[in-house]
T-cell receptor
Framework: NAGVTQTPKFQVLKTGQSMTLQCAQD?????MSWYRQDPGMGLRLIHY???????DQGEVPNGYNVSRSTTEDFPLRLLSAAPSQTSVYFC?????????????????FGNGTRLTVT | GNSVTQMEGPVTLSEEAFLTINCTYT??????LFWYVQYPGEGLQLLLK?????DKGSNKGFEATYRKETTSFHLEKGSVQVSDSAVYFC?????????FGQGTRLTINP
């Protein structure tokens, strides 16, 4: 009963370093997404995917890349970390975002990765 | 575009008090509306939802009614407990994504 698994839980990077935040789900969900959570700003969508091989940009995509080679995995890559990317990152998945109400499939969230860029 | 506005926090109440957290939205059409809750150190969990106007979502003593005329989805609970301390997010279903409000931190004192 793993659900959505994010690794690592915490990470400290220096400016300019690169890293990948991992996200995996075992619910055979088509839809996966990445949000960042910042104080006073709620959750903002970075990138999302409606199925393997398909990705699209959200509200704040700059500085982040994603790929979706399998249904289960949706990694988020920071190519050159900046202090403005200090945040808590959440991965979330759903059976189908377009039918989230009709399919009674809410968005399932991982427990987050807290990233600090110095 | 679609947007959600929540009452600013933090909100601090005593146990057994009545809770209201206001949420209003701007959207084209009539999107589904949600309340999510985030307990310390965890991800968000769906608390309740409503899919059409005048629907009432309810769970764990919390309720919210989808009001089309006032574009609102206020969260209420008649008697809060210490265990309700968390951050609450209002959200609406947009095209290919959920749009979240900024969150309201709720603290319940014994």
């Amino acid at each position: 009963n793993a659900g959505v698994t994010q690794t690592p839980k915490f990470q400290v990077l220096k400016t300019g370093q690169s890293m990948t935040l991992q996200c995996a789900q075992d619910m055979n969900h088509e839809y996966m997404s990445w949000y960042r959570q910042d104080p006073g700003m709620g959750l903002r969508l970075i990138h999302y995917s409606v199925g393997a091989g398909i990705t699209d940009q959200g509200e704040v995509p700059n500085g982040y890349n994603v790929s979706r080679s399998t249904t289960e995995d949706f990694p988020l890559r920071l190519l050159s970390a900046a202090p403005s990317q200090t945040s808590v990152y959440f991965c979330a998945s759903s059976y189908s975002i377009a039918g989230v109400s009709s399919y009674n499939s809410p968005l399932h969230f991982g427990n987050g990765t807290r990233l600090t860029v110095t | 575009g679609n947007s959600v506005t929540q009452m600013e926090g933090p909100v601090t109440l005593s146990e057994e008090a009545f809770l209201t957290i206001n949420c209003t939205y701007t959207a084209t059409g009539y999107p589904s509306l949600f309340w999510y809750v985030q307990y310390p150190g965890e991800g968000l969990q769906l608390l309740l939802k409503a899919t059409k106007a005048d629907d009432k979502g309810s769970n764990k003593g919390f309720e919210a009614t989808y009001r089309k005329e006032t574009t609102s989805f206020h969260l209420e609970k008649g008697s809060v407990q210490v265990s309700d301390s968390a951050v609450y997010f209002c959200a609406l279903q947009g095209a290919q994504k959920l749009v979240f409000g900024q969150g309201t931190r709720l603290t319940i004192n014994p």
